[in-house]
């Protein structure tokens, strides 16, 4: 039997296992393009993607890199770099 997941003994303990490693590409958003549509926090699966004070942030930490936000933002804010280790 093959072993697919976790097991999360406490509520709010996944966010202690940051992702953000996992990462081949990067998204940098370009916040002079932004329209603020939020696109890109609606598509985020791991909810990446953040408002704070008017402009949106990605928190890498926890980001993948699926690329997802790139393919969903409508004016092209949002561009992937390959992720430099």
Do not use: H
């Not at 549509?37 to 930490?61: A, H, L, S, T, V």
């Amino acid at each position: 039997m093959v072993n697919t997941g976790t097991i999360i003994y406490e509520p709010g303990s996944s966010a202690n296992n940051k992702t953000g490693s996992w990462r081949v590409f990067k998204p940098v958003l370009d916040q002079d393009k932004c329209v603020k549509c939020e696109n890109c926090y609606i598509f985020c699966p791991e909810g990446c993607i953040q408002e704070k004070d008017g402009k949106f942030e990605i928190d890498y930490d926890y980001c993948k890199g699926c690329r997802i936000c790139e393919k969903e933002c409508p004016v092209k804010a949002i561009k992937t770099e390959r992720e430099e280790k």
